[in-house]
T-cell receptor, first 115, second 110 residues
């Protein structure tokens, strides 16, 4: 099993550009999520999904879109990049037990710099 | 009060020492708890879940105190390889949005 994979590992964007961060998991997990991690801020949830076709907002969703057309893939789209979106982005997946996530497995992260 | 709080540290300890971290949470509806470990510039990885009865895994012991609303992590016989940031995670009942603490930095020196 590859677990959770993310591409790209690094990206530099100019303000106003758009891009998609890819995330895939091969563990058949229902739950997938995107976090950003900034110095001193901890991990903050951007968007999450509890199954194909179902997405919802986390704590900091503005400026980001997601879709979940398959169980395996959960891409994160930056609509118009801003310097405030410079961060490290982690995708995670887990199985669900009722209304709770089980152990979350994280991808290796994408380091994004917006100039 | 932040929903989940951790002392950022760093905790600077010699090899072989015992060190303990606490993590306090504010929402009494919180129902599941975890400790994750994050190495520098790497992704978080599960260290252990925290059960009401407490649990132990080798040198690591996690405890939950619901009355005082905190979880703890005890590391015995610290190793150099234990140097990392330790994140606590709290899940509220009925919510799919886990809350991460900002992490506690541990540095184990020779």
């Amino acid at each position: 099993n590859a677990g959770v994979t993310q591409t790209p590992k690094f990206q530099v964007l100019k303000t106003g550009q758009s891009m998609t961060l890819q995330c895939a998991q091969d563990m058949n997990h229902e739950y997938m999520s995107w976090y950003r991690q900034d110095p001193g801020m901890g991990l903050r949830l951007i968007h999450y999904s509890v199954g194909a076709g179902i997405t919802d907002q986390g704590e900091v969703p503005n400026g980001y879109n997601v879709s979940r057309s398959t169980t395996e893939d959960f891409p994160l789209r930056l609509l118009s990049a801003a310097p405030s979106q410079t961060s490290v982005y982690f995708c995670a997946s887990s199985s669900l037990r009722g209304a709770f996530q089980e152990t979350q497995y994280f991808g290796p992260g994408t380091r994004l710099l917006v100039l | 009060r932040k929903e989940v709080e951790q002392d950022p540290g760093p905790f600077n300890v010699p090899e072989g020492a015992t060190v303990a971290f606490n993590c306090t949470y504010s929402n009494s509806a919180s129902q599941s708890f975890f400790w994750y470990r994050q190495d520098c510039r790497k992704e978080p990885k599960l260290l252990m879940s925290v059960y009401s009865s407490g649990n132990e895994d080798g040198r690591f012991t996690a405890q939950l105190n619901r009355a005082s609303q905190y979880i703890s992590l005890l590391i015995r016989d610290s190793k150099l390889s234990d140097s990392a940031t330790y994140l606590c995670v709290v899940n509220r009942g009925g919510s799919y949005i886990p809350t991460f603490g900002r992490g506690t930095s541990l540095i184990v020196h020779p």
